[in-house]
């Protein structure tokens, strides 16, 4: 988030996917928000290859 120059704040609900879950987790403490009810969803990296 350093690349943006204003201050922003983030509401998730429903579903986070990796996308946006990322984006919760950039944002400053006090700046992101998520329902009771969201769920986060983060993929496991994997190595080059497929190999785990």
Same mark, same amino acid.
């Given at each position: 988030?350093?690349?943006?120059?204003?201050?922003?704040?983030?509401?998730?609900?429903?579903? !986070?996917? %990796?996308?946006?879950?990322? #984006? &919760?987790?950039?944002?400053?403490?006090?700046?992101? $928000? !998520?329902? %009771?009810?969201?769920?986060? #969803? &983060?993929?496991?990296?994997?190595?080059?290859?497929? $190999?785990?």
């Amino acid at each position: 988030m350093r690349i943006v120059p204003c201050d922003a704040a983030t509401t998730a609900i429903g579903t !986070a996917c %990796p996308g946006g879950a990322l #984006l &919760l987790l950039s944002l400053a403490k006090g700046k992101r $928000q !998520a329902l %009771p009810e969201t769920r986060m #969803l &983060l993929h496991h990296p994997e190595r080059p290859g497929g $190999q785990t």
